[in-house]
């Protein structure tokens, strides 16, 4: 089965500061990995996927992720904040063994401070 | 390209009503539609996923004859609320898959989602 943890519920963050967002992720198969955004009473817009070429993953509003097999990961880092990045994330994983749904991690709510 | 639409964005019933919500892919052909709902300050949770022209297939715990959902064409699918309570205010949010086009993963565009309030 697959399973997706998102470290830090909440991440505060100074405006101009490195943005990190954790995820580590269970899969029994090769998986594809994402990032999205979730504006406050919106859907789901894809920031970045993973499906197996490049392990260094680049996105839209300056976001990158890098997989990391060894470590089960695909943290999420934008070099310098906006306060237009205050939103919620969540990390998703999707793979063949699970009919290509997607599971999400919990989500961590990034507050972007002046 | 890949926009998904829902209908409506907000909606308020009263104990007992049904609610029907629309999700349509507006400008590609989706043989897969997914219902996730998602509590205040929570994930994602997959309801079910609904295949053009068949059976809905409802994730465990899912009550099935309470989230009626039909897929009736490649372009819209439906999730009824039958007989709603006020534990099934939340927030619903479909998703469409296109139709294969030999890639090794096929994205899900997601829709805006509707708030559902039963009073």
């Known amino acids: 089965a697959q399973s997706v943890t998102q470290l830090g519920s909440h991440v505060s963050v100074s405006e101009g500061a490195l943005v990190l967002l954790r995820c580590n992720y269970s899969?029994?198969?090769?998986?594809?990995l994402f990032w999205y955004v979730q504006y406050p009473n919106q859907g789901l817009q894809l920031l970045l996927k993973y499906t197996s070429a490049a392990t260094l993953v680049k996105g839209i509003n300056g976001f990158e992720a890098e997989f990391k097999k060894s470590e089960t990961s695909f943290h999420l880092t934008k070099p310098s904040a906006h306060m237009s990045d205050a939103a919620e994330y969540f990390c998703a994983v999707s793979d063949k063994a699970a009919g290509n749904k997607l599971t999400f991690g919990g989500g961590t709510r990034v507050l972007v401070k002046p | 390209g890949a926009v998904v639409s829902q209908h409506p964005s907000r909606v308020i019933c009263k104990s007992g009503t049904s609610v029907k919500i629309e999700c349509r892919s507006l400008?590609?052909?989706?043989?897969?539609m997914f219902w996730y709902r998602q509590f205040p300050k929570q994930s994602l949770m997959l309801m079910a996923t609904?295949?053009?022209?068949?059976?809905?297939?409802?994730e465990q715990g899912v009550e099935k004859d309470k989230f009626l959902i039909n897929h009736a064409s490649l372009t819209l699918s439906t999730l009824t609320v039958t007989s709603a309570h006020p534990e099934d205010s939340s927030f619903y949010i479909c998703?469409?898959?296109?139709?294969?086009?030999?890639?090794?993963?096929?994205?899900?565009?997601f829709g805006p989602g509707t708030r559902l309030t039963v009073l």
């Open positions: 609904s295949n053009e022209g068949s059976k809905a297939t409802y």
């Open positions: 998703s469409a898959r296109s139709l294969g086009s030999g890639r090794a993963y096929n994205e899900q565009f």
């Open positions: 400008d590609f052909q989706a043989t897969t």
């Open positions: 899969s029994s198969v090769p998986p594809y």
